[in-house]
């Protein structure tokens, strides 16, 4: 599945009428079930906290890859440093 700026409302048509939350928790489910989730978000917060595994791109490629288990979220400082 491929999600995109799920905070600036970026839903597929057919999500459109769920609540933020709610498409938070459908992205849970659907990891926890084995569907792989391509997240594309501006929000770290929202980034950090619904992913399992974060990489950064800047140019077009690949600068850094964290990992981001329940428990072990890489911080946030971190992430603006490899972004930078």
Request: charged content about 20%; overall charge negative.
């Amino acid at each position: 599945a491929l999600l995109a700026a799920l905070s600036m409302g970026g839903l597929p048509p057919f999500l459109g009428f769920l609540a933020k939350e709610e498409v938070y928790e459908l992205v849970r489910q659907l990891s926890s079930e084995g569907v792989a989730i391509l997240l594309i978000s501006d929000t770290l917060e929202e980034t950090i906290g619904l992913s399992h595994r974060v990489l950064v791109m800047r140019d077009g490629a690949v600068t850094a890859h964290f990992d981001a288990a329940p428990g072990a979220k890489p911080d946030q400082v971190d992430l603006v440093a490899a972004m930078v």
